[in-house]
Structures are given as structure tokens and as C-alpha cells.
């Protein structure tokens, strides 16, 4: 026997209640949350996280990164667990669910396992990855990057936020500093269900997204140096417009991106401009360029003509101009097993659904690396995410979880 019929659902009700419940830790202004990493809000989410948990008769690993493990034993002591789960922390402006809820969805399949008695041989781990969001601290996807080895524990921990705090002693000032070895664990596999943040799945009436790959990205940090002059005087045969330069290049971004569709995007995000005066002509522009695909022949070539075009509108326009890489990861494609595991278990439970590209970056990106992984997503209302109005219905959520209680029941083997 690899799995229970298809009758076996969550519980709905008992999800969207600890949904609701973990939204009153750390509120933000309207209507969503604000649980920055490794602040007070984030150790008080952490403690109720950890009390459900071993309420369910879990045990609980803490790594150094402050990572959270809730094991849930299987038959074989010797069996490789089984991990699901997702964050905690947001976005300073962030939604109740994005991250939330593949950490206590995964919560959820371990109680409706425990209401039916159903045991596995491989043991389940419920997994609450730190830092995700890389609002505080940047980058994203920090502790499973460590985890993964992609980045060093002391690097990791000498990351500041804007007021100068440290990662390690903030983690250790909120007492979630664990003993073990960050990244040591081994996987058979590992789940994470996600809300998609973005439109397609609402917009097409799909109510899971079966996630096969994972865009990769740059972030372009773009400087282009003019003059300082008056506005009023100074004539427009004359100027040194820096300002000039980075609307043409915001525009060439916008061509690059369109001229290799599909599944790819790209966009100016932040912006600094000095001496950002209403009456002087901007002298230096400093601006990120966000480019994604989940082709790696795409991603690179993007690159390339996003840098020759803003050497080239530098040229034109007398502008000093140098760019610097400040981010990137390469494009994932998630284990083909296990997305066909989901796939399935999405059709035979009678849920629509259409294979999906990650537009974002999650933890299983990284832990795709040392581990077969994949992705559930579920809609969010107008693709809205990042944002306190983010929302998604109790029937999203659940559907999600179903399908997550029956991949991972396929891979963890029901004991009969």
C-alpha cells in the first residue's frame, strides 16, 4: 500500500483557524503582518509554531542557523525523513500566508495524520526555514542557503540590517541559536507548498500549481553619472541627464524581457536618484534591474543585452556608466519524480490544475540542491502578494494541503 484512498482529506476548518491564529503574532497596519525575521514578533510566531507542533507529538531540532525541525517518527528508525515546510517571517508589509502557509499546512497533514492513526515508515519533518524573505537581512533565502552550501554560516551571520544589527546576535538575542550542524541532515525529499503570488492560476480557474521549475535571476545594480545643473537654466542641448539615461534603459529592459518570451520578465526596481532635488537635473542614478527566466540561455542572454544597452545609452547621452552584480541564483528545475508525484495526486483528487513556473524565489530552490524537491502552489486573489491585502480562501488552502498530505504519504510509505 503507497498512499490511503482518495476520500482522505485535511482538516479545512482546523488550518485556516491556525492561519488565522498565527496572523495575531506580529500585525501589521492593514489587515496583514509584519514579522520580520529575527525580531520579537518572530520568536513569539516561533514558540506558538513549536507548541502546536509538539502538541501533535512532534520533537523539535534546532540547527545554528536557527532553522526549526518537527520530526514526526516513521517505522524504520533508519528511513531518510521526509520534509515539508516553508517560513514563518514577512515582508515588513507582508500577507498572512506567503511562506505561513506551507509551514502549517505541513503541520496540518501531520494532525490528520494523527486523527486517522496513519504511519509511516519514513519519519516526516515540519520545517520553518530562517530568513526567507531577506527583508531584514539580505539575501533572501539565507538559512537554507547555508543549509544548502551556498553560502557560509559566518558569512550568513555577519549580515546587518539598516540599523546596523547583526544576524548571529540578533539570532542569538531571540534564544532560537540550536546546536546542530546547519545543513547536516539528509532528505529523501522535501515538499514546499507555496501561494503562487501571481495571477495565472486565479486568472485560469486552477486551483493547484504543479511547480516544475524555478526562474533564475540577476540584479543589475546600475550607476549612471551625469552633471548636476539647474533645471530652469541650464539649455537642453547642454545637459548631462542621468535621470535621461535610466528612463532609456528602463525602456530597453522592458524590450530585452518582451523580445525572449515566453517565461521571461524583467524590470527597473529600485531606484536612488541625487541629489533628487525637484529643480535640478539628476547627476547620478543608481538602479537595480531585475531579470528572471527559467532558461538558463535566456537568463545570460538577457544579461548581455541589458549591459550593452545601458553602456550604450551611457554613450549616447555622456553619461558615466558601471553595473555590478548584487544578486543571482541560476534557474531550478525541480525534481521530475516528485513533480509527477504531485501532479497526480492533484488529478486523482479531482483538483484542476496546470504545471507552473516559480516566478519567485523559496527555500526549495536552494534545497533542491542537496535534495529531490518541489513545489505546490495554490492562487492568491489578483496574484497580490508582498503586500497586507495579499488573501486566498479557505478552499485554496485546503486543496493545497490535500495534495501535499498525498505526495508526501507516497513518498513516506503508509504502514498498513
Not at 479545512?12 to 520580520?36: F, I, T
Not at 552633471?227 to 534603459?249: I, W, Y
Request: net charge negative; hydrophobic share 40%.
Amino acid at each position: 500500500m503507497t498512499a490511503p484512498g482518495e476520500n482522505l482529506r485535511i482538516n479545512g476548518e482546523r488550518l485556516w483557524d491556525s492561519l488565522m491564529e498565527m496572523a495575531k503574532v506580529g500585525p501589521g497596519v492593514a489587515g496583514g503582518n509584519n514579522r520580520q525575521t529575527l525580531t520579537d514578533a518572530d520568536a513569539e510566531g516561533r514558540r506558538l509554531f513549536q507548541s502546536w507542533c509538539e502538541a501533535a507529538g512532534m520533537t523539535m531540532g534546532v540547527d545554528t542557523m536557527g532553522n526549526m525541525f518537527m520530526t514526526r517518527p516513521g517505522t524504520d528508525p533508519d528511513a531518510l525523513p521526509v520534509y515539508m515546510g516553508s517560513h514563518l517571517d514577512t515582508q515588513p508589509t507582508g500577507g498572512k500566508y506567503d511562506g505561513v502557509l506551507g509551514v502549517l499546512g505541513a503541520l496540518e497533514v501531520v494532525r490528520s495524520l494523527n486523527d486517522l492513526g496513519i504511519k509511516t515508515r519514513h519519519p516526516i519533518v515540519v520545517t520553518n526555514w530562517t530568513n526567507e524573505e531577506g527583508a531584514r537581512f539580505a539575501p533572501a533565502m539565507l538559512a537554507s542557503g547555508v543549509f544548502a552550501g551556498i553560502h557560509t554560516e559566518d558569512y550568513a551571520k555577519a549580515r546587518t540590517d539598516l540599523e546596523g544589527k547583526v544576524f548571529g546576535a540578533e539570532l542569538e538575542r531571540i534564544g532560537w541559536v540550536g546546536e546542530e550542524k546547519t545543513g547536516a541532515r539528509k532528505m529523501k525529499a522535501m515538499f514546499e507548498l507555496h501561494i503562487e503570488q501571481g495571477p495565472i492560476l486565479e486568472a485560469e480557474g486552477k486551483e493547484i500549481g504543479v511547480v516544475t521549475h524555478g526562474q533564475g535571476l540577476w540584479w543589475l545594480e546600475v550607476t549612471l553619472t551625469g552633471k548636476d545643473a539647474h533645471t530652469g537654466s541650464t539649455p537642453m542641448n547642454m545637459r548631462v541627464n542621468a535621470g535621461l539615461g535610466m528612463a532609456r534603459v528602463t525602456e530597453r529592459v522592458h524590450q530585452i524581457a518582451m523580445a525572449h518570451q515566453p517565461n521571461a520578465v524583467g524590470a527597473v526596481g529600485q531606484v536612488t536618484v541625487f541629489p533628487n532635488s525637484r529643480n535640478v537635473i539628476p547627476g547620478k542614478v543608481v538602479f537595480t534591474v531585475d531579470i528572471r527566466s527559467p532558461e538558463q540561455a535566456k537568463l545570460d542572454a538577457m544579461r548581455g543585452e541589458v549591459e550593452r544597452a545601458a553602456h550604450a545609452v551611457a554613450a549616447e547621452l555622456g553619461l558615466g556608466c558601471s553595473i555590478e552584480p548584487v544578486g543571482h541564483f541560476d534557474p531550478v528545475t525541480f525534481a521530475p519524480e516528485l513533480v509527477a508525484v504531485v501532479r497526480a495526486k492533484a488529478e486523482a483528487l479531482g483538483y484542476s490544475h496546470r504545471d507552473i513556473v516559480s516566478g519567485a524565489g523559496h527555500d526549495a530552490c536552494w534545497i533542491n540542491r542537496v535534495a529531490p524537491t518541489t513545489m505546490i502552489m495554490c492562487p492568491c486573489v489578483g496574484g497580490l502578494s508582498h503586500n497586507e491585502a495579499e488573501e486566498i480562501t479557505p478552499a485554496w488552502a485546503a486543496a493545497g494541503t490535500d495534495v501535499l498530505l498525498h505526495a508526501v504519504l507516497e513518498v513516506a510509505e503508509v504502514v498498513s
